[in-house]
Every structure is written in structure tokens, then in C-alpha cells.
């Protein structure tokens, strides 16, 4: 795409295909897609001043300060492979760190998805004990009930699929990304778009919505 540059900050619930779709738009317009998670491990994984200093408090078991996560994402964030942008994807966004990469052409996008579809594509997920394939009850359910198409294995339905933790993982989310949402809606930044449609559709709306901003 010919735009300059495209900083974008999306966000969306578990279940939503925020990853996929960070992924794939980010293909699009030519920048990395990049989780919080992957700012956090690259800070760690290379070393850095910054990474050490989030070791010691992973270390003692304790949540870093705000300021250390604000400063890693945006050190991350400020890497080559991203002057001309980036997709930076989460399902808890913390306020500190998207306010310090405000700036001119940033955008924040939500994927919409109601808590009872999320509810309904998380719960029926089933991992193969074997190959790790990942079925689902309704939209990839196996031809034998509980076993796997592509090895034999048995299916296992995760604790985290499970409805408490799926119910744990939504609130979680709604804690951390309503009062977000809520400053850039209210300042009329905010792109929403219907997260209840397969991946390439939401991309290519995204990607023309983008466009056109
Ligand atoms: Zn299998």
C-alpha cells in the first residue's frame, strides 16, 4: 500500500483472530505485526538493558512497572524492520503503552465480537494429544467423535477451553481494554469493525477503511 505510514494498535478478545489478522494485514501494508508478548520476549530473549531488568522481576515473580513495559514496546517498536510502521496486536492493551506511541497516522482498531461467540469458538476448540491439531465441535468438528482425522490420536478438551477459564479470559479482557477503547472512541479515533467473519474479510475492510482515513 502507498500510504506513508501505517501505526496501527489493534485490539481484540480471545477468540477474535486478532493475531491472524494483525498478521495478515500487516502483510498487506508491508510492515511486521507485532504482539505486546513479542516486544516482551525479544526485549528478554536479546539481552538487552531493558530485557534484564524485566528477568529480575519475572525472576521474584513480581509484575514489572509500567514505565519498563511502556519503554520495551517502544524500543521494539522503534527497530528498523518497523520505520515504516507496524501492527501491534494485544487482548489486555494497557493505556501507558499506547499513549506513548501516539503520534500522527497511529490508529487503534477494535475487532468486535460478542462474548457469547467468543465463548462459543473457544469452548468448542479440542487438541489432538497427538499432532497438536487444533478441531472445533461445530466449524472443524472430526469425522469420529473425539479422535483425530489426521493421526488416530484422542481429543482433549483443555482447561483453558473450558467455560471458567474462557469466562476468565474475556473479563480479563474487557477489564484492560474498555477504559482504552473508551479514550479513543470518545476521541473519535477509533476504527471498530465486525469481528464475526473470517479473517480475510475483516483485513480487507480494515485494509480499505485504512486507505481511505
Ligand atoms: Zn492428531
Do not use: K
Not at 501494508?29 to 522481576?57: H, K, N, W, Y
Amino acid at each position: 500500500m502507498a500510504t506513508a505510514v501505517a501505526r496501527l494498535a489493534l485490539i481484540g478478545p480471545p477468540g477474535a483472530e486478532t493475531a491472524e489478522v494483525a498478521y495478515r494485514l500487516a502483510g498487506r501494508l508491508g510492515v511486521p505485526s507485532i504482539s505486546m508478548v513479542d516486544a516482551v520476549q525479544s526485549a528478554v530473549r536479546t539481552g538487552s538493558a531493558l530485557g534484564d531488568e524485566l528477568r529480575r522481576f519475572m525472576n521474584a515473580e513480581q509484575a514489572p512497572p509500567i514505565d519498563l513495559v511502556v519503554a520495551i514496546v517502544r524500543r521494539r517498536l522503534g527497530e528498523p524492520d518497523a520505520v515504516d510502521g507496524f501492527v501491534f496486536w494485544t487482548e489486555s492493551p494497557v493505556l501507558a503503552v499506547l499513549r506513548a506511541l501516539e503520534t500522527s497516522g497511529f490508529h487503534v482498531v477494535e475487532l468486535v465480537l460478542a462474548d457469547a461467540e467468543a465463548a462459543r469458538r473457544l469452548t468448542g476448540r479440542r487438541l489432538c494429544r497427538g499432532c497438536g491439531r487444533v478441531w472445533h465441535v461445530e466449524s472443524a468438528p472430526t469425522q469420529v467423535d473425539g479422535v483425530c482425522d489426521r493421526c488416530g490420536s484422542g481429543l482433549v478438551h483443555r482447561e483453558d477451553d473450558r467455560p471458567p477459564a474462557v469466562a476468565r479470559q474475556l473479563g480479563v479482557h474487557h477489564l484492560h481494554s474498555a477504559p482504552v477503547l473508551a479514550r479513543y472512541r470518545f476521541a473519535g479515533s477509533l476504527i471498530s469493525v465486525d469481528a464475526a467473519r473470517p479473517a480475510e474479510e475483516i483485513t480487507t475492510e480494515l485494509a480499505g477503511r485504512l486507505a481511505r482515513s
